[in-house]
């Protein structure tokens, strides 16, 4: 909930034959529970091939959509393999329970579906179960969180945690670069995970390309309502003055945004992340703190069916030379703000 530019406006989807370099990986959580369907911009988006070729069934397993990014990307799936007329989905009910989501995996080995999208609850404890399906002769494309080893997926695709902080860092330098002595302070997610740290890791990296800007201060939440709005209150109390802050992502940022505007802070701007509705509409309103946020895609779901469609058919991907798909993708961490908040708006999630 997974680089280096203020971004271009487009570069999400492989459908539309545009692949975006990047580096690091995993995604967001929580166990904030979420019971609106999210939007999916995968309905609007532009297919790979709309030619009909060979029939292709999908088996699709994820973890319980216990957030908003989740069932988003539930939602992007689906809708993406109604546009083809090729493609069967066989979609599990999704766990949070690693032996849970194994064998749920393993029931769609044994129904020898053509090609599997995973996104793991836990990559390294799904592994097996990866390699079991390579080995069964069933390609794997290993959605976002990493398995432990390249031999248990022929393709990766994810998103960009240490893009989503340099781009979060650049924005907010950007902004500042002529301000004397300006503050900043981060609202992070859990500390134990690896994607925290990168996020943290790119954007004290951006901010080192700024010499007067300094961060005051970092409070760790838990990628929920609750536990943003009880961090920002402490943030808040502990820090009387500052001028810019980056939340890690847009679930707890509405819990950020009441402990905000119970203080009747409105001196400092806020940038999120992962590319919530919400965000993007207190965006497009301009009548608040929030002025950004920096996109984790839920719409690599919709990109992952297109690549294992690819795969089940034996192609490469529209707008590439190569006669087989990349064995990894890295999505850009694009920067949302009121200019291009209207491109934008398709892919924000409930």
């Known amino acids: 909930m997974p680089e280096s530019r203020i971004p271009s406006r487009r570069g999400l989807l492989l459908g539309s034959a545009a692949v975006s370099a990047g580096a690091l990986l995993t995604a967001c959580t929580s166990n904030e529970p979420k019971n609106q369907a999210a939007p999916s911009a995968a309905g609007n988006a532009p297919v790979a ?109 994810g998103g960009d945690n240490y893009g989503m902080g340099l781009n979060a860092g650049r924005y907010i330098g950007e902004q500042l670069k002529d301000k004397p002595n300006a503050k900043v302070v981060e609202l992070a997610g859990l500390d134990n995970l690896e994607l925290t740290k990168q996020r943290s890791q790119g954007f004290d990296d951006a901010l080192k390309n700024y010499p007067n800007i300094t961060k005051v201060a970092r409070q760790a939440a838990e990628f929920t309502v609750e536990s943003g709005q009880a961090k920002m209150a402490q943030l808040l109390q502990a820090q009387l003055q500052f001028d810019a802050l980056w939340n890690h992502d847009d679930d707890q940022g509405v819990g950020a945004l009441r402990a905000i505007a119970q203080a009747g802070r409105k001196d400092f701007l806020m940038v999120g992340g992962a590319g919530a509705k919400s965000a993007m509409d207190a965006i497009k309103a301009d009548d608040g703190v929030l002025k950004a946020t920096v996109l984790y895609p839920p719409t690599m779901a919709a990109s992952a069916i297109d690549l294992a469609r690819a795969l089940g058919q034996g192609k490469g991907i529209g707008g590439m030379a190569e006669l087989e798909i990349p064995s990894s993708v890295t999505l850009y961490s694009a920067v949302v703000t009121r200019d291009n908040v209207g491109d934008y708006l398709p892919t924000g999630f409930n």
């Open 49 to 157: 091939d709309d030619k009909p070729g060979r029939p292709v069934t999908i088996g699709f397993a994820g973890p319980q959509a216990d957030h908003g990014w989740l069932n988003a990307i539930n939602q992007n799936a689906k809708d993406r393999a109604k546009k083809y007329a090729d493609v069967t989905l066989e979609i599990t009910e999704g766990s949070n329970d690693t032996a849970a989501q194994i064998g749920q995996i393993q029931t769609l080995i044994n129904k020898k579906v053509d090609v599997l999208v995973i996104l793991p609850a836990d990559g390294k404890a799904l592994t097996q179960v990866g390699l079991q399906a390579m080995a069964a002769g069933i390609p794997v494309v290993n959605l976002d969180r990493v398995f432990g080893s390249p031999q248990a997926y022929r393709c990766w695709i």
